[in-house]
């Protein structure tokens, strides 16, 4: 089924992989409640939604499209749906849900039309490496500020970053796994995770007396909450005020899963013979599906997962990643108090070092040709800056696209950026 031998890969590799992938991302097991349980869903339900929504829909991103890819709702997206339409329209997080189906459906039927996936394929190169490396640094920032490290700017010093706990931990985690892999060690990010897991409790940085207490729960155990589950107004949804927001989360959607296996694929040359992703069709069909799912269990809508890079440097190759990465999730519908006390800090050095190995597309760029590398720089810069890999191909995309016409080379540009273009501006009239 997932062709091992063909793409090079190894049972054991893939596991640790998968493996890998869901410690790195167990976060937002508790993320995801906590932001949406502000429209008033129950946190609980919440949860059971969130891990529903990642394991189907990463298992079936394994077995279909054989991608090491894992599908779960993304951060920027659960933001914006408690934001921008719930919080700032005024409407029931049920129609919110209802808006997520639509754009969900819409999304699947533009990945099946475009066979040939044609955005894809005339995206420029500079771009394409733009969103690799810029996503190498979102994934390091990710880490730097679940390690303590990013803090407001006002209040930066050596002195106050150094005095925590949580740093040390993070530093003792990249100091382990960084020797582990370079002395090619099988599963060093396993190993680091549990190793500063079982230190923060030793210097009682994350006691289960203070967990329970900020979290609410009573122990280690918890039934499942299905109460969510069949919850979204569909046909609520279907009104003209609500058809800005289908709009927003289809762009959002589309833009950042493409760019984001783009990124992916570029940063570990998982390319097909014409060098453009593999798989990608699909993927993306497995994310569009993901997408109508997701608001029929309770949550926000999944998204390709940036975090698929940490089981890929670990050498994950196949859809067994994703099918193990999707399987660990499934015990959380009843341990997720037991599993999230795993902290931060843990999980923190693999996104650092996972987007470290990322950046390495750069050595292939034409330094020399400006009209490429700003365009890549914008899109290398904005990614982690702005929180959002798809602002950051707009904003390349329109940056590349006003070189050509001041070189008077407009004709050169695919009609595909044009379209990248027009969508930037409106998003960014819509947002301001």
């Given amino acids: 089924m997932f062709d091992l031998d063909n793409y090079a890969a190894d049972f054991r590799s893939e596991i640790i992989a998968g493996v890998s992938i869901f410690l790195a991302s167990l976060y937002i097991v508790m993320a995801q409640p906590a932001i949406l349980s502000e429209t008033g869903m129950p946190f609980t339900a919440v949860i059971t939604a969130t891990v529903l929504a990642t394991a189907v829909s990463s298992i079936l991103m394994g077995i279909y499209a054989n991608n090491p890819v894992i599908v779960a709702p993304a951060m920027s997206v659960n933001s914006m749906f408690v934001y921008v339409s719930v919080t700032f329209t005024g409407i029931t997080w049920e129609i919110a849900l209802g ?50 490290f990013i803090f407001n700017i006002s209040h930066l010093s050596a002195s106050n970053v150094f005095s925590e706990h949580n740093v040390f931990l993070f530093l003792i985690g990249i100091t382990i796994i960084s020797i582990l892999m370079v002395r090619q060690i099988p599963g060093a990010y396993i190993i680091g995770i549990f190793t500063v897991t079982i230190l923060s409790f030793i210097i009682g940085q994350n006691p289960p007396d203070f967990y329970f207490e900020q979290s609410g729960f009573n122990n280690f155990f918890e ?69 109508i799912l997701s608001p029929l269990v309770g949550t926000s809508p999944v998204t390709a997962y940036v975090e698929s890079a940490v089981g890929i440097i670990q050498n994950g190759r196949t859809g067994l990643v994703a099918v193990v990465a999707g399987l660990c999730f499934l015990p959380l519908l009843f341990l997720a108090p037991l599993f999230s006390l795993i902290p931060l800090e843990a999980t923190a050095p693999v996104l650092v070092i996972s987007g470290v190995v990322m950046l390495w597309p750069l050595a292939y760029l034409r330094w020399e ?28 995309s329109l940056v590349w696209t006003a070189i050509r016409i001041g070189k008077g080379r407009w004709r050169r540009v695919p009609a595909i950026l044009w379209i990248i273009n027009i969508l930037a501006v409106i998003y960014l009239v819509f947002l301001s």
């Fill in 369 to 396: 040709r400006l009209d490429d590398i700003i365009p890549f720089f914008v899109s290398f810069l904005m990614i982690p800056f702005t929180g959002s890999i798809a602002f950051g191909i707009m904003a390349g």
């Fill in 99 to 148: 808006v997520l189906f639509w754009s969900g459906i819409i999304f699947l039927l533009l990945s099946i039309l475009d066979k040939n996936q044609y955005f894809i394929k005339t995206i420029p190169r500079p771009l394409r490496t733009g969103v690799a490396g810029g996503l190498g640094l979102f994934i390091a920032f990710i880490g730097l500020n679940h390690g303590g």
């Fill in 223 to 291: 039934y499942p909450d299905f109460s969510l589950i069949g919850r979204a107004d569909i046909l609520g949804a279907l009104v003209f005020p609500c058809m800005p927001f289908i709009v927003l989360f289809l762009v959002t959607a589309y833009v950042d899963n493409i760019s984001t296996l783009i990124g992916l694929s570029e940063a570990s040359n998982m390319l097909n013979e014409e060098g453009q992703p593999r798989q990608a069709d699909k993927s993306l069909k497995t994310i569009g599906v993901g997408m």
